[in-house]
């Protein structure tokens, strides 16, 4: 047994009836803001601010746990309902992908797609314990029940902290692991340490989970990992919560306004050049090995007649980035080139100074086409370097 199973113990857990008192809750505390605010005969513009702020900072927690409650309950029926529909006809289960693609393409819905079907089936079959909070007749409890009734129960983490304190995001990095310890370890250091998705997917990646296990003072380690404080932006701004609620793809960036600054200048500048450059999308998404990704920003070039994909990175040049642009660059390549179109380029850009501003994404193709062909409607690095120096140092001015 891995050295941080006992510590994991200590984690508070609550009854499954928390979840209803967690929803109330708002009401009740908002009903509290409203009864201190009419107790005061002659309120002062502190008291007044002070009231404001409660109520908005409430409400607005409130709807927060309430939609990223709501699409975890979605996403759990939806794989019910899918596993369930193949568990019944022999001749369905067979099927698989071709199944969910069938069923996208029937309900036509944004954000009903065959990635999140896959994804709501493993939640299904990964957390039968949610099924506890959905159904109320005792045969559907009593199969969750003896689901989870096994060895290793004790390390099962209750419905309602996995629907309170985690958002799908959450869950979906979590389900990466195959091993439910493993899953159960993220979540419940996730919810200790209030992590974003962000700091999850680090540690995830960094296999923390392993090097507990091996440490000589596993809670030593985990208490060395700061708890995050968590905001709105951190618990709602999701492409999952995003897509539950029918919002635009543009709105899960969470870009500094520095960066947002430059991609619409960055924007303006390609298309005043006259090179060719038609703006097709901002944030647009891609799905790559079942992961959302957002390139910054999407042009097609009718001289090259080809996309060209530009990401812009607050920060000094690193291969990591560009081989992400390269992956962007490929994708488009086989998922969005038409009859008549030449393979798409990418153009990265790095707003701090370095042996490397700007550079080229090609993806494996010939060079001396690239250059022969493609740099002669491409602006040079010469250029972008020089527009990117120019707008760092107008910002800098404004901030004097």
Known sequence: MLRWQNSIEELEITNDMDIIKNIESTPEVLTKIVEGWEQKQNPSFEELATSVLQTHKTAQSGAIRAVNQMATLRNWLIGCYIVEYEQKGSDRAKYGERLLKRL??????????????????????????????????ASHKLQTDQICATPSHKFVTPANEILTKLSFSHIREIMTQDDPLARFFYETECIKGTWSVKELRRQISTNLYFRSGASQDPKKLLASIKPETNTASLTIRQPFTFE??????????TESDLEDALITHLQDFLLELGKGFCFEGRQKRMIIDDEYYFADLVFYNR??????IVELKNDEFRHEYLGQLNAYVSYYKENEMHEGDNPPVGILLCTRKGKKMVEYA?????????????????????????????EMQDMHEQDL
Do not use: W
């Not at 029937?106 to 909070?133: A, D």
């Not at 539950?244 to 960036?253: N, P």
């Open 104 to 137: 996208e393409e029937r309900v036509n819905t944004k954000g009903l797609n065959v990635t999140l079907f896959q994804t709501s089936r493993l939640f299904y079959n990964y957390y039968p314990q949610i099924g506890n909070l959905i159904y109320a007749t």
């Open 303 to 308: 001289l090259l007649h080809c996309n060209v």
């Open 362 to 390: 090609i993806a494996g193709m010939d060079n001396n086409l690239f250059v022969s062909t493609y740099m002669l409607q491409l602006p040079d690095k010469a250029t972008l370097e020089k527009f990117l120096q120019d």
């Open 244 to 253: 539950f609620l029918g919002l635009q793809a543009k709105d899960v960036i």
